[in-house]
């Protein structure tokens, strides 16, 4: 599986040396990509770096609009052609809503190229209209106390949510697993995210809740939904063992996707999966989720 970390890395090195609104069942009549499936309960956004993944950029974003999806989340905005992309987003009539900015800042030695990264994807985001950038604390740096580390990623977080919100931007940090995808991480659980985002107190850092990650970490993912609603910025899923879509594993999401409606929730949720084998028939289940979801 494509990782964050090597697209991130790679071109923050390159850089600074130089929803689906509407889906549903198809209608005869529809005039344009999105108008020819009905509205879902949910909005939802697609992730371009994992679904229609081997193809060019400005592709995937045809094919968001074929599938009647109108959002989408991507991760570096590095490599990719901005100002194409936002053509296409008009041309088509697509909403991006998030992107990566950085990742790995448990030591006090990141904080200045942290912020660097969120200098230079302000304004990419506000051509784009993007209103969040996602970060990820990272790995544990050895030699540094947990309390160290916690402190690093909180400071980082206080200087990048001044630059964020006089941009209209919030900052979603987003806790992984370390069981499956990531080990050594030091954010893993929503109560660790949601400290750090108390100790920031600041209205443009929240969490990015991600309920495959937290599955895999804690399970209680209606619980905990609940419980930290006034934190959580955004959410996204993926169903668990495979990362695939809804109903290919053991999370029941249309309880998932009522519990997040019911907080008062009104974004869109990032699917950051992959399909388990025809695409389009991933993106049906979506649907079929959403539609028992609101039943």
């Known amino acids: 599986m494509t990782d964050r970390r090597h697209f991130l890395a790679a071109s923050t090195l390159t850089a600074l040396s130089s929803g689906m609104v509407g889906a549903g069942l198809r209608t005869a009549h529809a005039q344009s990509p999105s108008a020819a499936y009905e509205k879902t309960w949910m909005t939802y956004a697609v992730n371009i770096e994992m679904i229609w993944s081997k193809l060019p950029v400005l592709e995937r974003l045809d094919k ?3 599938a009647g999806f109108t959002h989408y989340e991507f991760w570096p905005w590095r490599g990719k052609d901005i100002d194409a992309m ?3 987003n008009q041309e088509l009539g697509l909403t991006p809503l998030q992107f990566s900015v950085f990742w790995g800042i448990t030591s006090p030695t990141k904080r200045e190229i942290f912020l660097e990264n969120v200098r230079l994807a302000i304004p990419v985001a506000q051509k784009l209209g993007v209103k969040m950038l996602c970060v990820v604390a990272g790995e544990v740096t050895e030699g540094l106390s947990i309390e160290e580390q916690d402190n690093a990623v909180i400071d980082s977080l206080k200087a ?10 919030t900052l979603i940090l987003e806790p992984l697993n370390v069981l499956v995808d990531h080990p050594k991480q030091l954010v893993v659980t929503s109560e660790h995210a949601a400290r750090i985002i108390k100790a920031v107190g600041s209205p443009n850092v929240r969490i990015l809740f991600d309920c495959y990650h937290q599955q ?7 619980g905990n939904i609940r419980k930290y609603k006034d934190l959580i910025g955004y959410y996204q899923i993926a169903d668990h063992p495979g990362r695939h879509e809804p109903s290919t594993g053991e999370v029941n999401y249309s309880n998932v996707m009522r ?7 009104t974004g869109a949720i990032g699917l950051e999966m992959t399909a388990k ?3 389009l028939a991933a993106l049906n289940a979506v649907r079929g989720m959403d539609a028992a979801a609101r039943r």
């Open 277 to 279: 084998g025809d695409t």
């Open 160 to 169: 990048g949510a001044e630059l964020a919100a006089a941009a209209g931007i």
């Open 86 to 88: 936002l053509k296409k």
């Open 216 to 222: 895999i970490s804690e399970g209680n993912l209606t």
């Open 259 to 265: 519990a997040i409606h019911d907080t008062g929730y």
């Open 64 to 66: 968001v609009a074929e």
